[in-house]
């Protein structure tokens, strides 16, 4: 089983920053894919950001420019460092990873998430 788990959620007023932390825990035998999506009230949960099985990185439109992904392999965490965050920011950030378990099985992993709001 592989455990994500998150932290660096919390309150921020407009304009402000705030770093998410999501670490991959467990047996497994490589990650693939790893990243960020969120979920607002009443929406459905889109992407954020992730790094892709092909090593990229890949952004929403609504964030690009503010908020940088990156990544420790040794510790098998991604960080999501939020800057200029805006009100419509606010929502639930899930942490997500693919990969294998063992070289014969694939899994797939969310975490519980983190709230983020952005109020003044």
């Known amino acids: 089983q592989v455990q994500l788990v998150e932290s660096g959620g919390g309150l921020v007023q407009p304009g402000g920053s705030l770093r998410l932390s999501c670490a991959a825990q467990?047996?497994?035998?490589?990650?693939?894919?790893m990243g960020w999506y969120r979920q607002a009230p009443g929406k459905q949960r889109e992407l954020v950001a992730t790094?892709?099985?092909?090593?990229?990185?890949n952004y929403a439109d609504s964030v690009k420019g503010r908020f940088t992904i990156s990544r420790d392999n040794a510790k098998n965490t991604v960080y999501l460092q939020m800057n200029s965050l805006k009100p419509e920011d606010t929502a639930v950030y899930y942490c997500?990873?693919?990969?294998?378990?063992?070289?014969?099985?694939?899994?797939?992993?969310w975490g519980p998430g983190t709230q983020v709001t952005v109020s003044s």
């Open positions: 790094f892709t099985s092909g090593g990229n990185t």
């Open positions: 467990g047996s497994f035998f490589s990650i693939n894919a």
């Open positions: 997500n990873a693919e990969g294998k378990l063992v070289p014969s099985t694939d899994f797939g992993s």
